[in-house]
């Protein structure tokens, strides 16, 4: 089955500054490549998502980029503000009816 | 309009008694799961369905019954509540098999075993 392991599990940025977070995971069979967004007291919601014929895209201040040799995928946010405080996760799957989540990343912008 | 809602948003019952969390989504999804979030914020998938047909049981304890009606309902009832059982229980839709996409969350449960 999938492994993914999330790296920083915590992370700490001065407003403006910028954030990654990096997903590593095991199945090379992986083909869907999301990220999702959770704020307090809500559900994940998907906040950029890449599949595995493309290696970055990019919406306003959020990217994702794919190295499927590598098996890993990052997520990158530029000019972070105080409201993207919030926890996020990568959950990279294969197609299946299975999506494995990777433990999260507590992500704090200090104003 | 809401697209995934679950009710109710709180519980919180003693040791041993019985629950019922219900899941409606209205998305057309032919896919719907029941997560797990702990106090660590892991989310561990539980359950999902198919077009109403148990695909996936994570090795979940007997005492969670799912249980889906039609495409746009799945339902978890618990029995013989334990202390373990306290977390957030998210259910969401989309996805699933061939049409891997973007899942979408309901607000929560959040279970409280006293």
């Known amino acids: 089955g999938e492994n993914v392991e999330q790296h920083p599990s915590t992370l700490s940025v001065q407003e403006g500054d910028s954030a990654v977070i990096k997903c590593t995971y095991s199945d090379s069979a992986s083909n869907y490549f999301p990220w999702y967004k959770q704020e307090l007291g809500k559900g994940p919601q998907l906040i950029i998502d890449i599949r595995s014929n493309v290696g970055e895209k990019k919406d306003q201040r959020i990217a994702v980029t794919l190295n499927k040799t590598a098996k890993h995928f990052s997520l990158h946010i530029t000019e972070t503000q105080p409201e993207d405080s919030a926890v996020y996760f990568c959950a990279p799957n294969t197609g299946g009816f299975k999506t494995i989540f990777g433990a999260g990343t507590r992500l704090f912008v200090k104003a | 309009d809401t697209a995934v809602s679950q009710t109710p948003k709180y519980l919180v019952t003693q040791m041993g008694n019985d629950k019922s969390i219900k899941c409606e989504q209205n998305l057309g999804h032919d896919t719907m799961y029941w997560y797990k979030q702990d106090s660590k914020k892991f989310l561990k998938i539980m359950f999902s369905?198919?077009?109403?047909?148990?695909?996936i049981n994570e090795t979940v304890p007997n005492r969670f019954s799912p249980k889906s009606p039609d495409k746009a309902h799945l339902n978890l009832h618990i029995n013989s509540l334990e202390l373990g059982d306290s977390a957030v229980y998210f259910c969401a839709s989309g996805g699933g098999g061939l049409n891997t996409g973007e899942l979408f969350f309901g607000e929560g449960s959040r279970l409280t075993v006293l």
């Open positions: 369905y198919n077009n109403k047909e148990l695909i």
